[in-house]
């Protein structure tokens, strides 16, 4: 039988940590734990987090470290994070919520914290050759020999590369993650529970990977 697993995962934006997430997440039998899913279920089912979160962002400010620790806390109190772990993802993202996060696991502490690594360069290429169909959504990659204007296969729109995909905005974005993340994965390397995997190459062999990091830390930590 898989042993559960509670894990964090880190990682740029297009490394790919989407993906692998659903997949770790069938494998150890965990439920994918995402802080912008968590925030909607919140305020979707009306808790009284969710309720003051609404407020929060329906003022247009950021929700607080307070109320963030708290759903996350109400979510993995649920049955299925309680019983068999969780994979977080996108949340800690302060030195601070990970200190938070360590007095509410406690008693069953996070086993793993995971680095899923793909160089600025590979990423930065990934994203700004993401393409869309700005009638149907479908995605596409560029490779530069697409006939301008760039026709949909599905429905005939026209393929467009979305405003915030531009080399000038993803660099913004990966700016802003190595400046937020730097110091959380100081954190975890003096508590001796990071690990960088490595994010280049085919899915199925970083998916070996991390699973290789995960069943490696429970065999040290236990589970
Ligand atoms: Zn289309």
Redesign the pocket.
């Known amino acids: 039988m898989i042993p559960g697993a509670r894990l964090i995962i880190l990682g740029r934006q297009g490394a790919g940590k989407g993906t692998q997430c659903v997949r770790l997440s069938r494998h150890y039998v965990v439920p994918h734990i995402s802080t912008g899913d968590m925030l909607r279920a919140a305020v979707r089912e009306r808790t009284e987090l969710g309720l003051m979160a609404k407020e929060v962002m329906d003022s247009g400010a950021l929700v607080g470290d307070d109320i963030m620790i708290g759903i996350v806390d109400e979510r993995l109190r649920r049955p299925d994070a309680d019983g068999r772990g969780y994979i977080l993802d996108g949340f800690p993202r302060t030195v601070a919520q990970a200190e938070a996060l360590d007095k509410i696991t406690v008693e069953r502490p996070i086993q793993v914290v995971i680095d899923l690594d793909v160089p600025r360069d590979i990423v930065l290429a990934r994203i700004s050759a993401r393409r869309v ?1 700005r ?4 995605n596409y990659t560029a490779t530069g020999n697409e006939r301008q204007p760039w026709i ?1 296969e ?4 026209d393929v467009m590369q979305r405003d915030d995909d531009t080399p000038d905005a993803v660099n913004r974005r990966l700016d802003l993650y190595e400046t937020q993340t730097a110091p959380l994965i100081e954190f975890y390397e003096g508590q001796g529970r990071m690990v960088v995997v490595d994010g280049v190459g085919h899915p199925d062999d970083v998916f070996r990977r991390l699973t290789a990091a995960v069943d490696a830390a429970q065999g040290v930590a236990g589970t």
């Open positions: 169909c009638d149907c959504g479908t949909c599905v429905c005939g729109g």
